[in-house]
């Protein structure tokens, strides 16, 4: 699975994913103000996203988490799943453990709450868009407050070096390129790095660290 890129132009092509009319076409204005950011569709509910990630070129997807049909988390799983997935960023008013978890290990790349200032949220996508791990401030803790924590998860320097890249968006071949070392050893750090947090991918293994405090907070 590969994420989708950007237009050529650097703009990012967005999907507002929310069941509330109102709330929705509110995100769309605050949203069309950024010269940057085009929304390309409009989805009701987890169902409508899939259908629209179908027919538009699509970089994030911006999801609510509680929707008719289909909620946010299953729809962030099906859409992980598809070959050049769009990034996932969570918008919601629900900010419990239990949920941010759920949303996390679907697959989505960041978890904002819908008090998020606009030009947070602008820069959020901005991010999300090339990669990055975005989480609301105070998020990453209590990710790791609620873990049970592996015996084993001290990671060695290289395993930091790669994982701190990963956080930043790279590609495994991308990583190798800074790192000089080759992209089968960069998978097999992460295989490593996977084993030691705990984690079966790299949005969770990125989040994992931020909780431990093994990388710095963006």
Known sequence: MTASTTTGQGRVRVLVVDDHPVVRAGMVALLSESPDIDIVAEAADG???????SQHPVDVVLMDLRMPVLDGVAATAAIHALPHAPHVLILTTYDTDADIVRAVEAGARGYLLKDTPPHELAEAIRRAARGETVL????????????????????????IEVLQLVAQGLSNAEVGGRLFIGE????T??????????????????????????????
Do not use: C, N
Request: a positive charge; proline letters at 5%; charged letters at 15%.
């Open 47 to 53: 169902a409508q996203a899939l259908v629209a990630v």
């Open 184 to 187: 089968a050893t960069v998978k």
């Open 136 to 159: 609301a401030a105070g998020m990453a803790s209590r990710l790791h407050a609620r873990r049970t924590l592996p015996t084993h998860s001290d990671l060695t320097s290289r395993e």
């Open 189 to 218: 750090h992460l295989v490593r790095i996977f084993g030691k947090l705990g984690v079966t991918d790299r949005t969770a293994a990125v989040t994992t660290a931020y909780g431990l405090g093994l990388l710095p907070l963006p």
